[in-house]
Every structure is written in C-alpha cells, then in structure tokens.
C-alpha cells in the first residue's frame, strides 16, 4: 500500500504524435493522493497511448510530467518504482502457475512476506486457481491474475487500461473494491474504462479525450 500521502502527478502541456496522427494535443491534468481519473473517449483517441506516456514506454514531443514536483525525466527509475502499469495484455508466463507468476513479477521488486500471495489471490476471486497453470485458466481469470500483480507492487500510482476486460460481475466488485481502497489509503489510480465506472465510496474524476 502507499507510504505517503504525498504523491502527485502533473502532466504539462503533453503533444504527442503517432506517424501523422496527433493523439495528444497540449493535454494538462494533475492528480493528488487519494484521487482518481477516468479517462474516457472513442477509439482511437488516446487512451492507450496517454497511460503508456505516464508509464514511461512512450516520450511526448512536447511537454513534461512531474512526480511530486520532479521531471520524471530526471529519475526515471526512481518513478518507475512507484508505479504499477497493466496493459491490454496480461504478461504472464502460461507454464506457470498464479503462485509463480507473482513470485517472479514481485521477486523483481521487493521480497513478499508469507501469505501475501494467496492472500491477495483470493480477494480478486481466483485463489481455487492458483496452483494450475496459467495456460488452462479463463480469460477473466488470468485478468485476475495480472491484477494481483499490481496490487503486489506496493505501487503509490496505478496506471490500468482497461483493467475489467473479460471480468464478470463478481470479478469488477472485487476490482472496483481493490482500487477503490488503494485510493482511500493515498494512493493514486488513472484507468481507462468505456463504461460508468463506479468504486465504493470514490468519486473518479472524467478526463475526455475526443
């Protein structure tokens, strides 16, 4: 969970193009600890490519982002450290289990205390599954999974695009609960979603791209 409720995201003046198209145009935004953004638009828009700016995997022609108060550009790995990005794709390894999946994604960062995993499993619904390979679950499922991933980073920013693809009703209860109590606890959540979104207790801010 967050160590401070400090952080803070600014996003200054971002042009970004991709070919000829420009995707982003002059886009400004700022997020605090214990905030939320929604951000919403038709395909093609943006979307993708503006969580991909803030994760780092994309550099804007213009404009500049900082983290509390820094240029990301200064500290890149300092910044990396304290975000967690779920993507389109899940990334997991299908020969190995949810167990061992995390156990590698975590390992990278920070040693995991016992009973984290399966702790954290079985608030997202998928702790019956975590001793099978990940090739033979569902698409949900192995959603869930890469979802723990990212509650596991200990993240202050959580970057997610589309993160209830292929969830059921139970599946977007449980994640709508898990973000909504990172934001409560100071953390910081930017996530694309096409439809209402709704966390208990939160109140998302809309960012629109057209």
Do not use: C
């Not at 000829?20 to 828009?45: M, Y």
């Not at 108060?69 to 997991?92: C, K, M, T, W």
């Not at 934001?183 to 998302?204: C, F, Q, R």
């Amino acid at each position: 969970m967050p160590e401070t409720p400090a952080a803070l995201l600014e996003a200054e003046n971002l042009q970004l193009w991709r070919g000829t198209r420009h995707v982003l145009r002059g886009l400004s935004f700022h997020v605090a600890a214990g905030e939320s953004i929604h951000v919403r638009g038709p395909n093609g828009a943006g979307k993708t490519s503006l969580l991909r700016t803030l994760a780092g995997f994309l550099w804007p022609e213009e404009g500049r982002l900082l983290w509390n108060g820094a240029d990301v550009s200064q500290d890149r790995d300092g910044f990396a450290a304290d975000l967690a990005y779920l993507g389109h794709e899940n990334a997991l390894k299908a020969d190995f289990t949810p167990l061992e999946n995390l156990r590698y994604a975590t390992g990278l960062r920070h040693p995991p205390t016992a009973g984290t995993f399966e702790s954290v499993l079985a608030r997202l619904g998928i702790g019956a599954q975590q001793d099978l390979p990940a090739r033979v679950l569902s698409a949900g499922q192995r959603r869930r999974v890469a979802l723990a991933r990212v509650v596991l980073a200990r993240a202050r920013l959580w970057l997610l695009d589309e993160p209830f693809t292929n969830l059921d009703v139970l599946g977007v209860e449980a994640l709508s609960g898990v973000i909504a109590q990172h934001v409560a606890a100071g953390g910081i959540a930017i996530l694309t979603a096409h439809a209402d979104l709704e966390l208990p207790g939160i109140s998302p801010r809309r960012l629109e791209l057209t």
